[in-house]
């Protein structure tokens, strides 16, 4: 359930193409400001570090900052998610293991169950843990300090005590295209991938501002680069390679193709289920991995008769 990280040695293989320093992540100005100094207070005063709340959408960093942050700390670096904390013996057992000045990072917060929450509570404020025994009577068990660092993608989930026990709050907010540009540039020269310098604006109409998006963009077009023996992109290159990725501007995959393309012949509003049919999907497919890009470029819209295409 836990993943351990010690230190900045990263073992998991899907963790090892994070950044790796925080030299290498593309900080938001208004949460670097803030977590800056408090990473720098907490290390002069050889305490831990507040409570904080990344909050924010899928692959804008939050796991990375969390687990650079207990790095930069010299900090050991648990990892779970809220859903994984089924029983309140779970959330027991993995606080009393902490070591002092440990963090603990909660994935996806919003998802542990009140039961679990309200232990949080006294464990975030006081740390300690107030355990209610079968027979009725309660006890108090004492934690070393530690800091825990809550993700959330859905921020409106949260109860108001929750996020009222995180001393820093941190709001991700979109990610611009000069920032975009930079991410791309940074991830480019990091697999090697030598293109004609204008090249790159190029590229970065075919992915979407989102970091984890850029960075699997480019290791595909590092792969095609590699298996091709290309030395350095060119626009006719481009031209092959993002046809073998089978990618569309702003990131859109075969899948979204077919999608936009069915909405467009209709021209009418079409319902969920029908979409669904035509597409040979499953509804959930199409509302998890099909329609939030197509929200996000303004390609389509909900209206209470059905979908309808926009852009
Ligand atoms: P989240 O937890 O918000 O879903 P992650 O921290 O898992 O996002 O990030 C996914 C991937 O995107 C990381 O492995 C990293 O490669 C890349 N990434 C995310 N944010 C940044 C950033 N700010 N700077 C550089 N790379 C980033």
Redesign the pocket.
């Known amino acids: 359930m836990v993943v351990k990280h010690v230190g900045g040695s990263q073992t998991q293989s899907?963790?090892s193409?994070?950044?790796q320093d925080l030299s290498?992540?593309?900080?938001?100005d208004h949460i670097k400001r803030l977590l800056d100094d408090a990473v720098r207070s907490a290390q002069k005063r050889q305490q831990p570090l507040g409570h904080i709340l990344?909050s924010?959408?899928?692959?804008?960093?939050?796991?990375?900052?969390?687990?650079l942050i207990a790095s930069q700390l010299g900090a050991q670096f648990y990892s779970v998610t809220g859903y994984a904390i089924s029983k309140p013996a779970d959330i027991i057992s993995l606080l009393t293991s902490l070591q002092p000045g440990d963090v603990l990072f909660i994935?996806e917060i919003h998802r542990i169950k009140p039961s679990i929450e309200e232990l949080l509570y006294i464990a975030m404020e006081d740390f300690s843990l107030d355990v209610v025994m079968p027979e009725g009577w309660s006890m108090k068990i004492p934690l070393v300090p530690f800091t825990l660092i809550g993700?959330t993608?859905n921020r409106d989930q949260l109860t108001e005590p929750l996020k009222n026990r995180f001393v820093y709050d941190c709001q991700?907010v979109p990610?611009s295209d000069t920032e975009k540009i930079a991410?791309l540039t940074?991830?480019l020269a990091l697999y090697g991938c030598r293109l004609v310098q204008d090249l790159i604006p190029e590229l970065a109409t075919y992915c979407i501002s989102?970091?984890?998006?850029?960075?699997?963009f480019v290791i595909k077009v590092r792969d095609w680069m590699i298996s091709y023996d290309i030395a350095e992109l060119t626009p006719a290159l481009w031209e092959e390679c993002r046809q073998w990725m089978g990618v569309e501007k702003w990131w859109l995959m075969p899948l979204h193709q077919r999608y936009l393309a069915y909405l467009t012949t209709l021209w009418r509003p079409t319902w969920l289920k029908t979409l669904a049919m035509h597409l040979g999907v499953s509804e959930q497919t199409i509302e998890r991995d099909i329609e939030p890009l197509l929200f996000h470029c303004g390609k389509i819209e909900k209206t209470p008769r059905g979908r309808i295409c926009v852009g």
């Open positions: 899907t963790v193409l994070r950044p290498s992540y593309f900080w938001q990344l924010g959408p899928s692959g804008y960093g939050k796991t990375t900052l969390a687990s994935d993700a993608t991700f990610y991410i940074h991830y989102v970091p984890r998006v850029i960075h699997t």
